[in-house]
């Protein structure tokens, strides 16, 4: 049992730092309004960039949905690995 809890562990490790990757590239999507903000008129900027913000932003909660599934994982791997770590030394 002190083997699976050791494989429990380190797979909760594993899909913690996927979701780290994830939340990093959350916070790195970026705000690209295109060829709307360049227009000469303000109201057709400001269309520009208020499209750009929303996109960026559902892009961006897409992938903090994606760490936080993540994150919900390597939490019950994690606890599994803990517990049977536990039970491991009380059988003893």
Do not use: C, H
């Amino acid at each position: 049992m002190q083997i699976a809890s050791i494989v429990f562990i380190l797979l909760g490790s594993l899909t913690g730092f996927r979701a780290v990757y994830w939340w990093k590239k959350a916070s790195e999507v970026p705000i690209e309004p295109g060829e709307l903000a360049e227009s000469g008129e303000q109201e057709i900027q400001q269309n520009g960039w208020i499209g750009a913000n929303t996109e960026a932003f559902t892009k961006s909660a897409d992938l903090n949905r994606k760490a936080a599934k993540f994150t919900a994982v390597s939490l019950a791997l994690s606890a599994v690995g803990g517990l049977l770590g536990v039970m491991t030394s009380w059988i003893r």
